[in-house]
């Protein structure tokens, strides 16, 4: 291959990894992400030689075949992942945490670098195993029959490795997400079986326009004599590329049809299950939150937020994660808190967002209280944020590194499968970090959650993270079917009712006090019911038809 012919292949690949990474918030140019992956795809498979003859061949190793594509996957994850998660770099400047300017923007950077270069592991993996499987493939299937099969072949990778990535403690990008907050319509794709739909929609797409191409390579890959692109050959499709693209353009269609008739579907918005909820912004900045100056003013502008929406007649009052900064489990510091003496006034019950005191350390927590002052229920954080609240592998790491907290004590997890029971009914909650894992709310919605609160903490992050994470809060209000309750301490607070929609957004970095209705729902969609079913669907359809290895798309 020659130099000119590399670069330009680096350049569109990385171009469409851009593409991918501004249809995030708050660019939200939501369309780029149905194109965003046909360069790397294309270029995947527009080698010299084909993925088979290079496998295949007695004198080039995979390991050698591989590098061009590996680097070519690279590229296209460094573009996207880097540019969807460099609001990490808001955690600078640490001053206020004790940390060197130097070593602050340092620590920041390697955080950008880390969890970006986590997120390409899986396009790196996806693009190695693509090409490996693919290379597999019997060259007596028709055209069409390879090019579908490897549509479902990458598709299934590639919700595959993001089912495990979730699973692990360092998540927060999937392809899905590309999507919220502005094209609602697809999101609720989600309802059937999670944002596995919604990627595995994207990849489809992708993967159709990319095959689409690949057939009609020939044209697609011409220069003329002076190394330019022939753009007259380039347009003239042969047949089975235009049946690709004729398909693509019927999935995206069918599937935001269905998406447009889940989104049209009217809410069981019933009086009898109307809920006033209040929330309360307390714009405390971290930098003073955990000291004297800080805890007054928490304390100060939080008991005035109470007693100011308890006058209004709100039903519920919610308030961010760790609001009030000391052990809620406290007797003691609980009584004595002017917090607590409001709401034995008022008697309007409240959701305390604090700490909890356990043997082996703390926990970051949510307590439902009643009007009588009483904890009657409390859920503690379970996806606890790497470096920042906990340290992986802590036995080796935590020799070197010093957790990004000012907590002294120890973080820990709270356990899965916690049930919340406020004063007014069962509720799925989460804290912070919790909104990046889907199940988590799954789960307790399966098991009676009526609506959906999230607490958090983003004042030491940029506005992209704060929009990001509205945009995943939208995502679980529309999976759960559940109107969304979101109280946070610099922004975004946020009502989002079960389609998506977002009925009020606070400002960022102000005190603010809202108050409004919302609807206790009972409503199961499928992926509450049965989960993320369209992952093994995809594992044992993909799997059959690749041992089967024969025409079935004739």
């Not at 950077?109 to 190695?128: K, N, P």
């Not at 490996?132 to 072949?153: N, P």
């Not at 697809?186 to 326009?209: E, F, R």
């Not at 990001?468 to 109107?483: C, K, P, S, Y």
Request: proline share 5%; aromatic share 12%; glycine share 8%.
């Amino acid at each position: 291959m020659k130099k000119h012919e590399m670069i330009l292949r680096l350049l569109l690949t990385a171009m469409g990894g851009v593409l991918i990474g501004v249809a995030t918030e708050p660019w939200g140019f939501w369309g780029f992400a149905w194109v965003g992956l046909v360069p790397l795809w294309v270029n995947l498979f527009s080698l010299p030689q084909s993925p088979l003859e290079m496998l295949e061949g007695k004198t080039l190793a995979p390991f050698k075949f591989l590098k061009f594509p590996l680097l070519l996957a690279l590229v296209w994850g460094i573009c996207y992942y880097g540019i969807a998660l460099f609001w990490i770099t808001g955690i600078h400047p640490m001053t206020w945490l004790g940390v060197p300017w130097l070593a602050s923007l340092a620590i920041a950077a390697f955080c950008w670098v880390f969890i970006t270069l986590w997120g390409t592991a899986l396009v790196l993996f996806w693009a190695g195993l693509f090409l490996i499987l693919s290379s597999q493939l019997s060259h007596k299937c028709s055209t069409i029959s390879i090019a579908l099969t490897r549509v479902l072949i990458a598709t299934t990778l590639w919700c595959g490795l993001e089912s495990l990535w979730s699973s692990s403690a360092l998540w927060w990008s999937s392809l899905s997400y590309t999507q919220s907050f502005g094209n609602l319509i697809i999101l609720h794709l989600g309802q059937i079986s999670g944002p596995t739909t919604i990627t595995a929609t994207l990849l489809i797409v992708n993967g159709l326009i990319a095959e689409g191409l690949i057939l009609n390579r020939n044209q697609f890959s011409s220069f003329d004599a002076k190394n330019r692109l022939d753009f007259p050959e380039v347009i003239n499709f042969n047949q089975p590329t235009l049946s690709l693209f004729t398909l693509a353009l019927i999935i995206l269609t069918v599937s935001h049809g269905m998406g447009w008739i889940l989104y049209r579907q009217p809410l069981n918005n019933n009086p009898e299950k109307a809920v006033k909820i209040g929330i309360i912004q307390g714009n405390i900045p971290n930098e003073i939150k955990l000291n004297y100056s800080g805890y007054l003013k928490a304390l100060n502008g939080y008991t005035t937020g109470y007693i100011t929406l308890a006058d209004q007649g709100v039903d519920l009052i919610v308030t961010p994660e760790t609001a009030l900064p000391f052990f809620w489990t406290d007797p003691n510091q609980r009584y004595n808190s002017s917090f607590y003496q409001a709401i034995l006034d008022k008697k309007v019950p409240a959701l305390v967002g604090s700490f909890a005191l356990k043997e082996t350390g703390y926990t970051n927590s949510l307590f439902a209280v009643d009007g009588a002052g009483k904890i009657i229920s409390e859920y503690d954080k379970v996806n606890l944020v790497p470096l920042g609240e906990f340290i992986p592998f802590s036995e080796v790491l935590g020799k070197f590194i010093q957790r990004l907290s000012p907590l002294e004590a120890t973080l820990i997890h709270g356990k899965p499968g916690q049930i919340f029971q406020t004063p007014l009914a069962q509720a799925t909650v989460g804290i912070c970090y919790d909104s990046a894992f889907a199940d988590h709310f799954r789960q307790q919605t399966a098991q009676g959650g009526e609506f959906l609160i999230t607490a958090s903490n983003d004042a030491h992050y940029s506005l992209t993270m704060l929009a990001q994470h509205h945009a995943l809060d939208v995502m679980r209000a529309i999976e759960n079917h559940r109107w969304t309750i979101r109280a946070t301490n610099t922004g975004y607070s946020a009502i989002v009712d079960p389609h998506g929609r977002t009925h009020w957004l606070s400002n960022h970095n102000t005190y603010e006090l809202y108050s409004d209705t919302i609807y206790r729902d009972q409503t199961q969609t499928l992926y509450v019911r049965w989960g993320d079913w369209l992952m093994p669907v995809l594992l044992i359809v993909g799997a059959t038809i690749f041992f089967k290895n024969s025409d079935i798309f004739p």
